[in-house]
T-cell receptor
Framework: NAGVTQTPKFQVLKTGQSMTLQCAQDMNHEYMSWYRQDPGMGLRLIHYSVGAGITDQGEVPNGYNVSRSTTEDFPLRLLSAAPSQTSVYFC?????????????FGPGTRLTVL | AQTVTQSQPEMSVQEAETVTLSCTYDTSESDYYLFWYKQPPSRQMILVIRQEAYKQQNATENRFSVNFQKAAKSFSLKISDSQLGDAAMYFCAYRSATTGRRALTFGSGTRLQVQP
């Protein structure tokens, strides 16, 4: 099993450009989420999904869009990149059966917006 | 909303010694989970240990153990016999057990240095 994969690992954008961060998991997990990590701060939730076709906002959703057309994939879109979106982005997934399900994290994408 | 506070931005420990990382949290819920994650320079988030709030017994995983004080809303991590490979950022995290959101709320992290 590959677990949670993210592409690309690094990306540099210019202000105003758009791009999509890819996230995929092969564990048949229903729950997927995106976090951003800024220096001196912990991870903060951007968006999450409890299943295909269902998404919702997290703590810091502005400037980001998501969709969930399949169980496996949960892409994060930046429509018009801003320097404030320079960060490390993590995707995570977990199952939803039972009372506890560990969240598995991808390796992260380091994004720089100039 | 829940908050998680880690008041020690950096800690240092000698190899083979014991170190304790502090974490406090604020919640109005009675049923939740608490976690410690390790983030080495590779950036990978690694689950170290977890604690269910309804369990009074403190969780242990080999050299890692927690001191969970529910009334005080405190959740510290003790690392015994510290090793060079323990050097990393450590994040305390909270998750509600009563909602379907499963989102984690993280503290700001503690950078642990291990001196040889």
């Amino acid at each position: 099993n590959a677990g949670v994969t993210q592409t690309p690992k690094f990306q540099v954008l210019k202000t105003g450009q758009s791009m999509t961060l890819q996230c995929a998991q092969d564990m048949n997990h229903e729950y997927m989420s995106w976090y951003r990590q800024d220096p001196g701060m912990g991870l903060r939730l951007i968006h999450y999904s409890v299943g295909a076709g269902i998404t919702d906002q997290g703590e810091v959703p502005n400037g980001y869009n998501v969709s969930r057309s399949t169980t496996e994939d949960f892409p994060l879109r930046l429509l018009s990149a801003a320097p404030s979106q320079t960060s490390v982005y993590f995707c995570a997934s977990s199952g939803t059966s039972g009372s506890y399900n560990e969240q598995f994290f991808g390796p992260g994408t380091r994004l720089t917006v100039l | 909303a829940q908050t998680v506070t880690q008041s020690q931005p950096e800690m240092s420990v000698q190899e083979a010694e014991t170190v304790t990382l502090s974490c406090t949290y604020d919640t109005s819920e009675s049923d939740y989970y608490l976690f410690w994650y390790k983030q080495p320079p590779s950036r990978q988030m690694i689950l170290v240990i977890r604690q269910e709030a309804y369990k009074q017994q403190n969780a242990t995983e080999n050299r890692f153990s927690v001191n969970f004080q529910k009334a005080a809303k405190s959740f510290s991590l003790k690392i015994s016999d510290s090793q060079l490979g323990d050097a990393a950022m450590y994040f305390c995290a909270y998750r509600s057990a009563t909602t379907g959101r499963r989102a984690l709320t993280f503290g700001s992290g503690t950078r642990l240095q291990v001196q040889p």
